[in-house]
Every structure is written in structure tokens, then in C-alpha cells.
């Protein structure tokens, strides 16, 4: 048995947490909030579990093996420097951190500590993600000509997210938020992006975060890649990666669609058939125990964190 602690359990915290609840070989053994009043109605919820407003007691509880840092981006640094202190297992949320320097520490810090260090980077667990990375291995788009990734929000933060850093310059903002997931798909499937320049659209309220991005980058080929994204516009949120290749079109669509045609041809929806991606808590269990395991660990978003940077230079 797994023994988990959770530190944060606010949106996301709260949807792993039902997660962590399904799993035959998972325990929530102890939360931690630092509102008081959320910290005990969760504990409550699973039964009365021991309940912390401090993490470092969280950090300090004997019983618990991997802690789940789902905190805002600017706490999980020192909360996540304590968990490798204690030497007990990490999950952090992304993005690794809210800088390259703690994002940095961090990863040598985690490398050195000799444990699980894994971040929450769902789309690899999800079909629509899956399949793309699949086609695109079996070159459905032929030679890539373009990597497109565009992040378009009504509203942001959006309606579910109204807490009080999403929506601010420091640790908040979609190119962050959104961004960061897409960075890593493209780490994976594609490989490194260099030589990016960007260029931000920003409010003039110095508190808040960007309202629209234009950048480019390349593969280590020169394949051009261009992400764009704005906010606070007419119409639906639509998040669209988009391979464009010699041969044809691929495109992950609002996280979790796939479209694709053929040159000549018209976009259709791509059904995922058999594809059983491998789940994030079944991961970690294998590696728990000593398996291999399919994790995305903190080199890599200190990699990912290295180009967010990148897009953000104002
Ligand atoms: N992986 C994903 O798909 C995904 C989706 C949304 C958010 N996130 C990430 O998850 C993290 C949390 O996001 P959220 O939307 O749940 O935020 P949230 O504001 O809803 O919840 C954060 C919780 O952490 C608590 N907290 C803050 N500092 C604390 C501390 N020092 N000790 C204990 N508790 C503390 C807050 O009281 C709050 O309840 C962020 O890093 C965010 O980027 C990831």
C-alpha cells in the first residue's frame, strides 16, 4: 500500500483526490490545507484521516510515503525542497516551479534525494494525447512543416478558477497554466524547442497577467513552432495543438479530441479505437515499488520551465 499525503486541496487537489480514493493500492493517509475549515471538511470526507494546517507536520507524519504537492505554483519551492529534505516521495503540480532558479534547485535537489520525484502532467495518461503521440510516431502527417499550438479563452481565469493568483502576473496566466502542458507534449512527441522569441500582450495593471502571446521557436530541425494564444474575446475556449506535416493534418483539440486528415482531404474526428493510455496513480505504485513506470519527472519540467520562462520574457 502507497500511503499518500496531500498538501493543497483546492481544484485539483480535490480531483486527485478521488483518484487516490479508486485505487485498491493507494491510501490517503493525511491532508493539509492551510485553510482550516477545507483542511477538516476533506478529512472529514474521507473518513477522518489525520489533518494538518501546516505542511511541515504533513512533511514530519511518519506514515505517509509520497506527498502530492498541489499548492499554488509559488509554494510548491519550499514546500517540495522539505519533502526531498525528509526524503519521502514527491508528486508536485505543474509547473515545476515559479522560477528557472527554484525550478532548478529543485530537480538537482530531487536527483540527489534518491526518490520518486513525478509531476502531474495528465494528458499523458488521457486517450486524446495518447493517440496523437502514436500517430504522429507512425508518421501520419509525413514530414512536419509546422507545430501550431493556440490557446483562445473568453474569459481567463476561467469561471471554475476564481482564486486569487491564476489571473496574476506572478505565478498566474494562461501561457503558464495552458502552455505548460502543450511544452511538455512537445518535449515528448517532438523533442526540444529552441531559439524562441516572443512577444506578450499585457494589461496595464502591472499585477495582472497577460492577456494575449505571439511565439516562435524551432525543433532541433528548424521546424518552425508558433504558439499563440489570447484572452478575454468573443466565442469558446479552444485550445488547439496542431501538427501540420507533407502528408497531412493532426490536431488535439480542447484536451482531449482528435482531428486529422489527409492532404486533399477533409479534417475529421480521429476515434482512439484501443488506445489504453497507462494511468498516473498505477505509475506511481509501479515505481513505488521499484518497477518501471511511465513518469514524467522533474528534469523535465525543469526543461518545460526553461522555455515558459522563455515565452514570458516581457
Ligand atoms: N495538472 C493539472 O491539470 C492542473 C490543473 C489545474 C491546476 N494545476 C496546478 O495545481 C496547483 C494548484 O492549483 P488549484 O487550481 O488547485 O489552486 P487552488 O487555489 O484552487 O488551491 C490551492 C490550495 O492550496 C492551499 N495552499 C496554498 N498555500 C498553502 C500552503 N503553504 N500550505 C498548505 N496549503 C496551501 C490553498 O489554501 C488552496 O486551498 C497549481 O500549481 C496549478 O498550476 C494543475
Same mark, same amino acid.
Given at each position: 500500500?502507497?500511503?499518500?499525503?496531500?498538501?493543497?486541496?483546492?481544484?485539483?487537489?480535490?480531483?486527485l483526490?478521488?483518484?487516490?480514493?479508486?485505487?485498491?493500492?493507494?491510501?490517503?493517509?493525511a491532508?493539509?490545507?492551510?485553510?482550516?475549515? @477545507?483542511?477538516?471538511e476533506?478529512?472529514?470526507?474521507?473518513?477522518?484521516?489525520?489533518?494538518?494546517?501546516?505542511?511541515?507536520?504533513?512533511?514530519?507524519?511518519q506514515?505517509?510515503?509520497?506527498?502530492?504537492?498541489?499548492?499554488?505554483?509559488?509554494?510548491?519551492?519550499?514546500?517540495v525542497?522539505?519533502?526531498?529534505?525528509?526524503k519521502?516521495?514527491?508528486?508536485?503540480?505543474?509547473?515545476?516551479?515559479?522560477s528557472?532558479?527554484?525550478?532548478?534547485?529543485?530537480?538537482?535537489?530531487?536527483?540527489?534525494?534518491?526518490?520518486?520525484?513525478?509531476?502531474?502532467?495528465?494528458?499523458?495518461?488521457?486517450?486524446?494525447?495518447?493517440?496523437?503521440?502514436?500517430?504522429?510516431?507512425?508518421?501520419?502527417?509525413?514530414?512536419l512543416?509546422?507545430?501550431? @499550438?493556440t490557446?483562445?479563452?473568453?474569459e481567463?481565469?476561467?469561471?471554475?478558477?476564481?482564486?486569487?493568483?491564476?489571473g496574476?502576473r506572478?505565478?498566474?496566466?494562461?501561457?503558464?497554466?495552458?502552455?505548460?502542458?502543450?511544452?511538455?507534449?512537445?518535449?515528448?512527441?517532438?523533442?526540444?524547442?529552441?531559439n524562441?522569441?516572443?512577444?506578450?500582450?499585457?494589461?496595464?495593471?502591472?499585477?495582472?497577467?497577460?492577456?494575449?502571446?505571439?511565439?516562435?521557436?524551432?525543433?532541433?530541425?528548424?521546424?518552425?513552432?508558433?504558439?499563440?494564444?489570447?484572452?478575454?474575446?468573443?466565442?469558446?475556449?479552444?485550445?488547439?495543438?496542431?501538427?501540420y506535416?507533407?502528408?497531412?493534418i493532426?490536431?488535439?483539440?480542447?484536451?482531449?479530441? @482528435?482531428?486529422?486528415?489527409?492532404n486533399?482531404?477533409?479534417?475529421?474526428?480521429?476515434?482512439?479505437?484501443?488506445?489504453?493510455?497507462?494511468?498516473?496513480?498505477?505509475?506511481?505504485v509501479?515505481?513505488?515499488n521499484?518497477q518501471?513506470?511511465?513518469?514524467?519527472?522533474?528534469?523535465l519540467?525543469y526543461?518545460?520551465?526553461?522555455? @515558459?520562462?522563455?515565452?514570458?520574457?516581457?
Amino acid at each position: 500500500m502507497l500511503h499518500i499525503g496531500i498538501i493543497g486541496l483546492g481544484a485539483i487537489g480535490q480531483r486527485l483526490i478521488k483518484k487516490f480514493k479508486e485505487h485498491p493500492d493507494v491510501e490517503i493517509t493525511a491532508v493539509c490545507d492551510r485553510l482550516e475549515s @477545507l483542511a477538516r471538511e476533506t478529512a472529514d470526507a474521507l473518513g477522518g484521516v489525520p489533518v494538518y494546517t501546516d505542511y511541515q507536520s504533513l512533511v514530519a507524519d511518519q506514515r505517509v510515503d509520497l506527498i502530492y504537492v498541489a499548492v499554488p505554483p509559488k509554494f510548491h519551492h519550499p514546500i517540495v525542497m522539505d519533502v526531498l529534505r525528509a526524503k519521502k516521495h514527491v508528486l508536485c503540480e505543474k509547473p515545476l516551479a515559479n522560477s528557472l532558479d527554484e525550478a532548478k534547485e529543485m530537480a538537482q535537489a530531487a536527483k540527489e534525494a534518491g526518490v520518486i520525484h513525478a509531476m502531474n502532467f495528465p494528458l499523458n495518461y488521457e486517450q486524446g494525447a495518447t493517440k496523437f503521440a502514436q500517430m504522429i510516431s507512425e508518421n501520419y502527417v509525413g514530414k512536419l512543416r509546422r507545430l501550431h @499550438l493556440t490557446m483562445h479563452f473568453p474569459e481567463w481565469p476561467r469561471f471554475w478558477q476564481k482564486n486569487d493568483w491564476v489571473g496574476e502576473r506572478e505565478q498566474g496566466g494562461f501561457v503558464l497554466e495552458v502552455g505548460v502542458h502543450f511544452i511538455q507534449q512537445t518535449l515528448k512527441v517532438f523533442g526540444d524547442i529552441k531559439n524562441i522569441q516572443t512577444r506578450l500582450e499585457l494589461p496595464d495593471d502591472p499585477q495582472k497577467c497577460e492577456t494575449g502571446v505571439i511565439a516562435t521557436g524551432e525543433l532541433e530541425d528548424g521546424t518552425p513552432v508558433l504558439i499563440e494564444g489570447l484572452s478575454q474575446i468573443a466565442g469558446k475556449e479552444h485550445i488547439a495543438f496542431t501538427a501540420y506535416g507533407s502528408e497531412g493534418i493532426l490536431s488535439l483539440e480542447n484536451w482531449g479530441e @482528435l482531428r486529422g486528415g489527409k492532404n486533399g482531404e477533409g479534417l475529421i474526428a480521429i476515434s482512439f479505437g484501443e488506445t489504453k493510455p497507462n494511468r498516473l496513480i498505477d505509475e506511481l505504485v509501479k515505481a513505488a515499488n521499484g518497477q518501471e513506470a511511465e513518469l514524467y519527472d522533474f528534469d523535465l519540467g525543469y526543461r518545460a520551465q526553461e522555455i @515558459l520562462e522563455e515565452l514570458r520574457k516581457m
